[in-house]
């Protein structure tokens, strides 16, 4: 990609200083240096964690270019303020204020990944005169976030969802998988369910017995059938409970 001249780069400075307010963007490049060097080779794409109506989300930003000169700017697509960014490495509204995560520059052939919970992020900008701005594609929904530290929302389900039970026929129970984002405590209540505890010490599935208690279980016996109303609930570690619900229909023959 060509590098603009001194010229075409004060204007891109001057349109930029003309978007994010002229005394915060004309700080920002005085301190971060004013000229630019070769462009960056940069793709990005954005993915929400969990059932995407968390409002968590993660930014992955490759460079396939020379180290990035200045910041690395994340904008985002609404006015809600951006909240629980990992790594520590990246901040909202710094360097310049406004609707942005600002990360340091990235290393030639590096990747760096960003979570937060916020409004979904619609384009990177490279920050400097003349600085580069960067479309970004969306990606599927991953299960967790991939940078250590980050904790789920307690708005949605933040990486955390129950699976199809499983039943048995042969002892009337069934079986009903979690998938979790990280360590916590996973309990399984309801109405006429067996309470159960389980405690995980990392990202990925844990399995829970449904069982029927008192009136449903003496359903089941006499009708060989029941449908339980459960509640499953992931606490993270030093984090905000989050619950999922879903119908299990328990046979048995």
Known sequence: MRVGSESEQGSAARRRARRFGAIGIVTALAALGGAASAQAAITATLAPIGSGSSGDYVVTIKNEGPKTEGAVLIELSGSEEASGIVPSSCAYGQPVAGTLIGCGPIDAGATLQV?????????????YAGGQAVPISTAGAVRSCPVPGFKPSSGGSGGFSLGNAKDNPKAGTAKLSAEVPGAGTVKLSGPGVKAVTARATAAGTVNLTVKATGQKATKLEQTGKVTLNATVTFTPAGGKPIAESTTVKLVKN
Do not use: K, M, V
Not at 115 to 127: D, M, S, V
């Open 115 to 127: 979570c937060y919970h916020g409004p979904a992020a619609r384009g990177i900008t490279i920050f």
